[in-house]
Each structure stands twice: as structure tokens, then as C-alpha cells.
């Protein structure tokens, strides 16, 4: 038997701990190295292509507003301190790039209160338009919610947040762009993931825990926000602002190339420091959403059995387990947060290190007179923008990592092997039936399920599996739609080998009505018409007909619209729940139907009428039927009997109660069970 979910399972390069064993089957691959890391970023860089031109727009905004403050700022600054508080005359004016000379040019002869006008002018200028004000300090556009340090109340801010280092006009337009972007970006990766998740194999989501599966989307997918816009954002622009502060302190001060050399240093510095943490900090930020994923995990189960658990008096012991994953889970984003708590002091110091000398070096220049203190103002504006892009780009690799911990375990969930299709075929309309040669089944574990299987079941008859607990029905007919693939023998349809046939086409002609009854948050009519969006109210109706439901639809306020979750469906049996399901899988018209105990939930009454449907609706397809009850099988026109995933007999219920073998013992147990 190939099963993908098994074949291709990730590697197991690290322990696992206990929680990582708990919360998925497939986190197994808990230590990631620098090559692994890259890949990871990379891959997450990609969806670029999805957004490519809005991409650069952020891109070119993004770069602009940094790129104007940093050209504009400085320069009005050094004209207020040398020219209107120290009243230096403009014509001594010196130290200025070359594209600031008209500015000075024109206000030669203006009066100390006129060249304040003018500096005024170009400051409201810039909050108009920038958001930045001649004092060196800008504006910003933001939105963003209150927020922890763990990763689910951040993850709104990562998912509908925008940012702007602008403001005014220019930020407002960026802010909207990078919203937009951000959003899009976020719905198009949690798409994907939920499109894989459903496309999962029955053995993989059996496997997966829901509330591992839920953090994933929710709260590890948004994590690819600062990759997608860090790791061409930061290096691109860090290094192209450089070059333009570097620039502009040459043409000013093109004797004193200390000035801009002192600010490369801190770039070598803070990389050490960075590349020291980071696989400290991929280690546990993967932790910390592991520990998160299992109390998310623990509270999803804990609500979807909540009736067990009081029944079974367990809510001390359900308490105890949620707070001691929930206690682990705080320990574990604590880590992270003293963690980048210490990588940022360390990085203050060195900033502030940096900071004294370059402070020192250019005050020694003022007091020899190679400078002037509006100098001071400016090159100190100016020292902060060769500063920023060398620390942003020397710490980019540490501060990647922690995404890098999410986007894999994102990655491990797309990775899983969906249910391919084996063949490319499309099954024609089924006209015949199914037919089973020598089937076996073996699950990943190793066990046997089925052995041997050879049964034939044509449309027009009801067929009934039947037999002990684990007999092996359950199996056999997830076969047929093939949720599992059979491991060995052959299985067709109409002559049509299973694995040569298109999934959709395969199950666009079974439906499946389960055991366990799962109905929508939706109206009763929308969940009988799940299978057949375009239903009539006649289909609808006709089909709660068939399953005896009709009448108890009736009888509420709403009817048909009565919306079913919460409360409501809580005030349903689940016999009414079993007939909403079975209505459903009727309506749906598939050729082939399997309804597995079908009748485990309803009065013999209802039964009984549910029985003499069933029979009315096989004439122009096959039902299936999983049953212990011996009133639903009795009138089929196949009863195969089962045990230890074989089939011991075969026939219509005279016929093998007249063998006297299995099956009328089975029958005479009823019986007696029953007297």
C-alpha cells in the first residue's frame, strides 16, 4: 500500500519533546540549521510573484520616505542654528550639498526673521507632505491594536496592520497601499493552507489535531509579513541609503571622510552580535508556538467533548491539563521575550558606544573650528540615517528567525502529500456497480484491516455490511470512494480499475453519510442542499421526505431557515441530526450511497419508514448499508457478514440464516439479546 501521508513524513533530525509528540504528527523535525533557514526565506519571498507590482510601489514609497526626510531634514536645521540663532551672515554660509546652495543663493540679504519665515515654510511644507518636521523628527502613519508578546494577540496588528514612516499626504497613500498589500498577502498564503488541509488524505487528518492545525493558519501563517518585506526591504534600502547619507556628507564635508567610515564599523559589530542568537532564537521561537499550538489544541478538544468531561465529572482533571499547557506556553514566549530583551540591550550599549564616539570626534572638529555647530545639528540628524541602515541590515538575519521557526512549520502543513489522483480518467455515470477481487488492506501502522475481500454489489440493490466491532465494515467501504487505498487485489467500478479514475470524478457518484453526524453552522436548508447547491425547495423537501425528518423541520419557527449551531443544534437528537445528514447524502442523487448505521440513532418507528425509503431510492442506485441493527439489514437483497476483515458469508437473510452459519448466530444473539 503507497499512503503519502506516511511515505514522505518530514525528517526526524532532532528530538522531540513531549509536547511537540502531543500537539502534531508532524512537527518532527524541531532543530533548524543556517541552510534550512535560507531555503525557508526564500521560499517565503516568493509570493512576490503574486503581488509583484504592488511589491514595488511599497517598495519605491517605502524607500521615498526615507529617502526624502533624509535629503531635506538636515539642512534647514544647521540654517536655523547658524544663521538665525548664532546669526552667522549666509554669505560665510559653508558645509551644504550641492543642491541646497539655491536655497542659500536666494535668501542672501534676507533678514534674520525672514530666513525664520522661510524656514517655517518648508516646515509645514513637510508635515504637509512627509509628515516631517525641521527638527529632524518624523511623523508616522499607523494602526495597530494593543498587543503581548505572544504570537496570537500580535497577529491581528501582522494581518490588517499598515505602517507608514511617513505621514501626511505621502504616508496616507502608502498606509492604504501597504494595507491592502498585507492583507492580501495573509488571505492568499491561509488559502492555500486550508485548501491543503481538506485535499489531506482520511489517514492524515486523522493524524492532525485540530487546534494545531487552526494556529497554523491563524497565527503562524502571518508571520511571513516581515520575510516578505525584510529580506529585499532592509538590504536594498539600508545599502541604497547609505550610499545616499554617505553621499551628501561627502559633498558637504568632503574633507572629513572619518565622519561616514565610523558608522561601517557598527556593521561588522552588530553582525557578530546577531549570528551569535539566531539559532537560539529559531529554537525558541518554534518552541513557543509549539507550546501555543497545544493549548489552542487542548481548549478545541476540551470544547468539542465538554459533555464527556461533565458527565465523567472531569473537569478538575481538563482545568489541571489546560493550565499546566498554559502555563507552559507563558513560560515559553517569556523565554523569547527576555531573549530579545537581552539582544536589544546588547545592542543599545553598542549603539550608545557608537553614539559617545561619533559624538566626541565631530565636537573636537566644532571646538578646532574645522565645524560649526549647526554643523553639529545636522551631521548628528545625519549620523542617525548612516547609523540606522547598518544596524537595520546586520541584525536582519537574527531578527528573520523567529518567522523562519513559523513559515516551516507553515511549509510542513503545504508540504503534506494531498490526495493526488492516481488516474485521469473520468467515470463515466454509473451504470452497473462495483466489483472487488481479492482485496486487502494494510493501514501505515502496519496492521491488517481487510484480507481477501471479493464481493460484487450491482446498482438497484441495497448491500448490507455486516458483523462484530472491527470486523473491518468501515474499512471496506472507505474503499469504495477510496478514502483508503487498497494494498493489494483490485477494485471497479462499471469496469473501471479505482485508481485510474479522477477523485472528483470518482466521488462526484459516492456519497458517504458517516456514523458520527457533522452538520454546518448554517440553515437546515443550506445543510441538506450541501451536496446539491442548486437544489430546489421541492429537492430539499422531498429528500426530509425520504429520510422522515420533513414533518420535525416543519414543526419549528423558522422551518427550513432555522440555523443550525449553538443552541440549536444542541436542542437536537441526534436521531433528528442522523436524518438531516441522511437527507443530505439522498438528495445529493450519487449513484452510489453508503450510509454508515444509518439507523443507530432512530426509534423502530422511524426505522422502519427510514427502511422502506431506502428501498424506494436503490432502485436507480446502490445503497451501502453499515448496520448491527437486524430490522435494517433483514430486507436487503445482499447481506455480507464480516469478521477479522474477511467476509465469511454472503447472500439475502434466508439464504444464510438456512446456512446456519456466522450470520445466524449473529441473528440468534440478537434474539436472545433481545428476549
Partial sequence: MTDTAHDTAPRTDGPRTDQESRVSGIDTHTDIDYAEAARILGRSFMYVRYFKWRYIAKFLMKLGSYALPL?????????????????????????????????????????????????????????????????????????????????????????????????????????ILSTRLVQSLNHTLRSQIFARIGALSMTQLEDQRIGDSIYRVMYDAPQINEIFYELTHTPIMSILLWIQAMITVRSAYPDHPEIYLMTMAIL???????????????????????????????????????????????????????????AESFARFRSVALMWFFIGQ?????????????????????????????????????????????????????????????????????????????????????RDGIKLSNVGLVYPDGRRALDGISLEANVGQIVALVGPTGAGKTSLA???????????????IDGHPVDTLRLESLRDQVTYVFQETQLFSDSIRDNIRYGKLDASQEEVEQGARTAGIHDFIQSLPEGYDTTLGGSTSSRLSVGQKQRIAIARGLLRESRILILDE?????????????????HEAAKDRLVIIIAHRLSTIAHADKIVFMEDGRIREQGSHNELIALGGHYKAFVDLQTTIAG
Fill in 71 to 175: 535629503a531635506l531634514i538636515p539642512w534647514p536645521v544647521k540654517i536655523l542654528t547658524d544663521h538665525v540663532i548664532l546669526g552667522r551672515p549666509l554669505a560665510d554660509a559653508k558645509g551644504y550639498p550641492d543642491y541646497m546652495w539655491p536655497l542659500i543663493e536666494m535668501m542672501q540679504g534676507y533678514s534674520t526673521l525672514e530666513i525664520l519665515f522661510v524656514l517655517a515654510a518648508i516646515g509645514m511644507t513637510l508635515v504637509i507632505t512627509i509628515g516631517s518636521y525641521t527638527t529632524g523628527y518624523e511623523d508616522e502613519v499607523e494602526a495597530g491594536l494593543a498587543q503581548g508578546h505572544d504570537y496570537a494577540t500580535q497577529t491581528e496588528n501582522k494581518i490588517h496592520g499598515g505602517h507608514s514612516t511617513a505621514s501626511g499626504i505621502y504616508g496616507l497613500v502608502e498606509f
Fill in 268 to 326: 561588522p559589530i552588530y553582525f557578530v552580535i546577531s549570528t551569535l542568537f539566531s539559532r537560539t532564537v529559531r529554537r525558541r521561537g518554534q518552541a513557543a508556538r509549539v507550546a501555543g499550538a497545544l493549548t489552542t489544541s487542548t481548549i478545541e478538544e476540551g470544547m468539542d467533548n465538554v459533555l464527556a468531561v461533565q458527565s465523567l465529572g472531569g473537569n478538575k482533571h481538563e482545568k489541571s491539563r489546560f493550565e499546566g499547557d498554559s
Fill in 346 to 430: 546588547v545592542g543599545a550599549v553598542v549603539g550608545k558606544l557608537a553614539e559617545l564616539a561619533f559624538l566626541l570626534f565631530v565636537l573636537s572638529l566644532v571646538i578646532d573650528g574645522h565645524l560649526t555647530p549647526g554643523d553639529l545639528a545636522a551631521l548628528w540628524v545625519y549620523f542617525g540615517y548612516l547609523r540606522g541602515p547598518a544596524m537595520s541590515l546586520s541584525i536582519l538575519w537574527v531578527r528573520l528567525q523567529d518567522n523562519v521557526a513559523a513559515m516551516r512549520r507553515v511549509f510542513a502543513m503545504l508540504d503534506l502529500a494531498k490526495e493526488d489522483d492516481l488516474g485521469d480518467i473520468n467515470l463515466p455515470p454509473i
Fill in 478 to 492: 472507505y474503499l469504495v470512494p477510496r478514502f483508503h487505498q487498497a494494498s493489494e487485489g483490485m477494485i471497479t
Fill in 598 to 614: 444509518p439507523t443507530s440513532a432512530l426509534d423502530p418507528e422511524t426505522e422502519q419508514y427510514l427502511v422502506q425509503s431506502l
